[in-house]
């Protein structure tokens, strides 16, 4: 049996009732990443040496009758701009390229509390800046689907390395969609917890008003395990929501009956590639067969997020990037004439195009004669944004709309127009606006074979309501259980 | 062209970033087009409508002033580019 094939929580049990040691299973995981790792692309660092240290010190606590925790002897990976202490933590940029962490991120510690051991590091859109992991500093990651296609972005590694069976499921960030777009792109389950409910200690911040950690997966059982290990309070984040936390294994439901699923069909209405329009519509047909209420709901202002979106995320951007200075760490140029120009050349030659770009755009919404007119304009709208939600919740229990307009694209074809690229966010980063949880789950393939999304929208806090409709869907359909073929 | 060449170049002053004239170009260019993208929200009426900087209830989160151990300072240094005599050193900045 090819143990890397199975899911997270099949995987832990045989660990548990020692079917399997730890050992086979991160032989059987890092053998199939030296098979197809050299065509998918998907770890920048991996971190054998460790992972088979702790694989030994776990297996002596389980041999010795201790409890490993729920994720003992399972390992995952994490996306290179999560800091681990003594392991390289890139962010993909030639700025972190030799960067080495003095300390963990409050989720490392939190999941190797849990048992899990982490395999390496993954491939990422330069500072997390992207929809299709092409500006990474490093290397280009593949879709496993076609590999001649992006796997999505900005956490396109961290989707690919469960996509191809190379981790049972990964940690990720989203901004604007950087989980859900990927999860939907490399048909995986991927989940951006509401703002708050995962502790950003040890992230390394681009937009901070937006960004959230969340898992990658195979199943959405897997990712209620992994959102029950990473969530929670944390006084080294003073974002992090200090709110009782449920048992989200507990919304493993298989029953949507009466379920309120509400759809903004005016805003999902343009834009949107046929063969995902169709995957969509058979997914409300069958939520409904189910007994879900579909309610039509309006999202006025939601077409408004991208212009909201990239005015807010890169003024934050430009702001949390001002730290890299080339003077107290990450990369530094070689020959400079005073400091001024150490600073200049250091930051000209440590990012790449697009992290300039946003860096560009938002110094100019943040300088002076703009703001008001930019930055402000664009924090009030997001009020309107947060208000729209707010009422559609009044009327519904969830809200659906596909993961993006389009599958997976080809290297190069969106590159040249960032506006093109910009514009695959349109339906997750309406979610990153108001703060609130979205899950991205399997919904079927395009006429390319390339793997098509579905997303559901909650309101805050309420990750348990999403996990169910998801895991009712997926229960239905078994989308999920449909693996790439790698050539 | 919403935005300048000049602007640009301003602006790319202030970020402490160093565009090539091919680049100035290429950026000039999208981040007109971002702007002009970015000018839809001047179609929404925002009169009487607070601003939102994030999500949550919260404001000022104190902790407890307690003593904690804190980070080894030979291992902050480690990541410095340049160190001298237990410092991070830097070029000169007064004459």
């Not at chain 1, 519904?396 to 389009?406: G, L, Q, S």
């Not at chain 1, 789950?441 to 409709?469: H, T, W, Y």
């Amino acid at each position: 049996m090819d143990l890397y094939k199975l899911s997270l929580s099949e995987i832990a049990k045989k660990i548990k009732s020692k079917e399997v040691s730890i050992k086979d299973v991160l032989d059987s995981v890092y053998s199939r990443i030296e098979d197809v790792e050299s065509k998918i692309n998907a770890y920048v660092t991996l971190t054998k040496e460790n992972a088979y240290k702790r694989a030994e010190i776990l297996q002596i606590k389980l041999d010795a009758g201790e409890d490993i925790g729920v994720l003992g002897g399972v390992p995952i990976a994490i996306k290179d701009n999560i800091c681990i202490k003594d392991v390289k933590t890139t962010c993909s940029s030639r700025m972190l390229q030799n960067f080495v962490p003095p300390y963990t991120a409050t989720v490392v510690e939190k999941l190797e509390n849990m048992g899990a051991i982490v395999l390496g590091k993954t491939n990422m859109d330069e500072f997390a800046m992207g929809s299709s992991t092409e500006s990474s500093y490093i290397k280009k990651t593949c879709n496993p689907w076609d590999l001649s296609r992006v796997p999505g972005g900005s956490s396109g590694g961290s989707a690919a390395s469960v996509s191809a069976d190379m981790a049972y499921a990964s940690l990720g960030s989203d901004t604007g969609g950087s989980i859900r777009q990927p999860a939907s792109l490399c048909s995986v389950v991927g989940l951006k917890p509401t703002y708050g409910v995962v502790s950003r200690y040890g992230l390394v911040a681009f937009a901070s008003s937006l960004d959230q950690i969340g898992p990658f997966s195979k199943t959405v059982e897997d990712a209620a395990i992994m959102l029950n290990a990473i969530s929670g309070h944390d006084t080294m984040d003073s974002t992090s929501a200090d709110i009782e936390y449920p048992d989200y294994t507990k919304s493993l439901v298989n029953d949507v009956n009466g379920f309120k699923i509400g759809i903004p069909t005016k805003f999902i209405s343009e834009g949107l590639n046929p063969d995902v329009k169709k995957a969509y519509e058979e997914s409300i047909e069958l939520l409904k067969n189910k007994g879900a209420q579909i309610v039509e709901i309006d999202l006025d202002y939601a077409k408004y997020s991208l212009a909201v979106y990239y005015i807010l995320a890169t003024a934050e951007a430009s702001s949390n990037l001002g730290r890299y200075d080339g003077i107290k760490y990450g990369y530094r140029t070689k020959d400079f004439d005073d400091l001024t120009d150490l600073y200049k050349k250091s930051r000209t030659e440590g990012f790449g195009a697009e992290v300039k770009r946003r860096i560009i755009l938002g110094t100019y919404v943040l300088s002076s004669g703009y703001y008001d007119a930019y930055y402000k304009k664009a924090q009030q709208v997001r009020t309107l944004i947060i208000n729209d939600f707010k009422k559609a919740y009044e009327k519904v229990d969830v809200i659906m709309v596909p993961t993006a307009p389009n599958t997976a694209f080809k290297f190069g074809e969106k590159t040249e127009n960032p506006i093109e690229m910009y514009l695959e966010d349109i339906f997750t980063v309406p979610v990153n606006i108001a703060g609130l949880p979205g899950i991205s789950i399997p919904c079927g393939f395009d006429s390319k074979n390339m793997p098509i999304g579905l997303q559901f929208i909650a309101d805050a806090f309420e990750e348990s309501k999403l996990l169910r409709v998801a895991y009712t869907y997926e229960q239905n359909t078994g989308f999920h259980k449909i693996k790439p073929e790698i050539k | 062209m919403s935005v300048s060449k000049e602007q640009v170049k301003h602006i790319a002053n202030l970020a402490r970033l160093k565009l090539s004239d091919e680049e100035l170009e290429k950026y000039t260019n999208s981040l007109s087009d971002i702007v002009d993208f970015a000018e839809s929200l001047n179609e929404v009426d925002v009169s009487n409508v607070e601003p939102t900087a994030h999500i949550l209830k919260i404001q000022n989160v104190f902790r407890k002033d307690e003593l904690k151990e804190s980070f080894d300072r030979e291992e902050l240094f480690k990541n410095a580019p340049t160190k001298e005599s237990g410092c991070i050193s830097v070029p000169k900045v007064v004459e």
